[in-house]
């Protein structure tokens, strides 16, 4: 399919799902809001069941299961509210697909009252994370970043202490080689890989797009500057030379935790989900204790010395259908499922990191995740990926042109890549 605009695509895709509109309440009893979250381990319906019963009967939530893929729940989601479907009350948004929601109006706009309350405490990469064309136009929720994790012996043979003293990408690579290591870094062909490119030209001092909010003829890429090159410098080396060992091309972020936890375990780049899938690993006899004793945890790794990185971003926040029903009802919700309470019992029980500052305070999540402190000072610093309506066009062209990591080319690939990516939004290269 040619690419021209978003609106175009959106709009055609409306004649394929009426049929999935649905209403939304029930007759002659409270507003029932349909909320529409991706897969986890329950505890966005255990919070829509605390936020029906805080609602003393005003309105009550339930909750609709997602696709497990994001790029499948952005897919349905579009196409739904291309339909003008009233049933989307709330959604769980992946952050890159936001623009891509706002543009067209498929996002209710969020009153001022309301942002005003959902942006206290709130740290800085959710808060851009959930902003198009300087207005919030979502509400933050839960919000991701990756860590440094590291094994304590490797890096004090190494004589670093990345906790005390940031750490670099060519002091990573330097060790690793010297000692005969592994990086564990995502590489496959996925997201993932996006993920990996955006942070290191961010930590670089550049951005994959330098004007996202443009149309899509008139978008400008980053890519051919000292940050891109950079970047693919970082990618080339570890994969030209092995060091993310022989499944890099494939490796995703549980394939990069099961390479950590091997014999030739060093540093890893990844999501604080790999805590508690690491103790849980232990408790389940499968991998040692001393494994856990091991390992330590700081911020991203920078490209230059002495200058703070930009970690990745993620997580999930909460747009609200523009043709809902009950879209006043579907704010008052939102406020009550962000709660720094709600918030801190998702992080301790379901590993998803606040957006609220205030839930890092909570007992229960110091105890589930020693790191938190670290976890929020990275948020404060993330960089979102490229926010602009063309995100899925820019984020498969990355991959088209960054995989696999080996074949990457700080002379020729940030201009490949460029050339490749301005063709597809131009319509005149498929993806």
């Known amino acids: 399919m040619r690419r021209r605009t978003r609106a175009v695509a959106l709009a055609a895709l409306a004649g394929l799902v009426l049929p999935l509109a649905a209403c939304s309440s029930d007759e002659g009893g409270p507003p029932t809001l349909t909320w529409y979250i991706n897969p986890d381990d329950g505890g966005q319906a255990e919070i829509a069941k605390r936020c029906t019963e805080a609602a003393d009967g005003a309105y009550r939530i339930t909750t609709s299961v997602l696709p497990r893929d994001a790029?499948?729940?952005r897919e349905q989601l579009a196409r739904r509210l291309a339909a003008k479907d009233s049933s989307i009350d709330i959604m769980s948004l992946d952050p890159p697909?936001?623009?891509?929601?706002?543009e067209p109006g498929f996002l209710a706009p969020i009153p001022e009252d309301v942002a005003t309350k959902v942006s206290k405490d709130?740290?800085?990469?959710?808060?851009a994370g959930a902003t198009w064309k300087d207005k919030l136009v979502a509400?933050?929720?839960?919000?991701?970043t990756q860590l440094l994790w590291y094994r304590k012996s490797v890096a004090e043979k190494a004589g670093l202490d990345p906790a005390k003293e940031p750490v670099t990408w060519k002091q990573l690579i330097d060790v690793a080689k010297e000692q005969d290591k592994l990086l564990a870094v995502q590489g496959t062909?996925?997201?993932s890989l996006t993920v990996w490119i955006n942070a290191l030209v961010e930590s670089a001092g550049g951005h994959v797009l330098t004007n996202p909010e443009a149309p899509a003829d008139e978008l400008k890429l980053g890519l051919e500057t000292d940050a891109g090159k950079a970047a693919a410098e970082v990618m080339s080396s570890i994969g030209k030379q092995g060091l993310g060992g022989p499944g890099l091309p494939t490796a995703d972020e549980n394939a990069s935790l099961t390479l950590f936890?091997?014999?030739k375990g060093s540093f890893m780049v990844n999501w604080p989900f790999v805590w508690s899938a690491t103790n849980a690993a232990v408790k389940d006899g499968t991998l040692d204790q001393s494994l856990v004793d091991d390992i330590g945890w700081a911020l991203y790794p920078g490209m230059k010395e002495g200058e703070k990185s930009r970690p990745p971003y993620g997580g999930i926040n909460l747009g609200?259908?523009?043709?809902?029903?009950?879209v006043d009802e579907a704010f008052k919700a939102t406020e009550c499922i962000v709660t720094p309470e709600n918030q801190a019992y998702y992080f301790a029980t379901n590993g998803n990191p606040p957006s609220n500052t205030k839930s890092y305070e909570d007992a229960e999540v110091k105890k589930a995740f020693p790191m938190a402190d670290v976890i929020r000072e990275s948020l404060e610093n993330a960089a979102p990926r490229p926010q602009t309506p063309y995100y899925n066009e820019v984020s498969l062209g990355l991959q088209e042109t960054w995989h696999p990591p080996a074949s990457v080319d700080p002379a020729t690939t940030p201009k490949k890549s460029t050339d490749f990516i301005t063709a597809v939004l131009r319509g005149e290269q498929l993806l």
């Open 71 to 73: 790029s499948a729940q």
């Open 97 to 102: 697909f936001i623009p891509e929601l706002a």
């Open 122 to 127: 709130v740290v800085q990469g959710a808060l």
């Open 139 to 144: 509400v933050p929720f839960w919000a991701n």
């Open 189 to 191: 062909k996925a997201e």
């Open 261 to 263: 936890q091997g014999d």
């Open 320 to 326: 609200v259908g523009a043709f809902s029903s009950h």
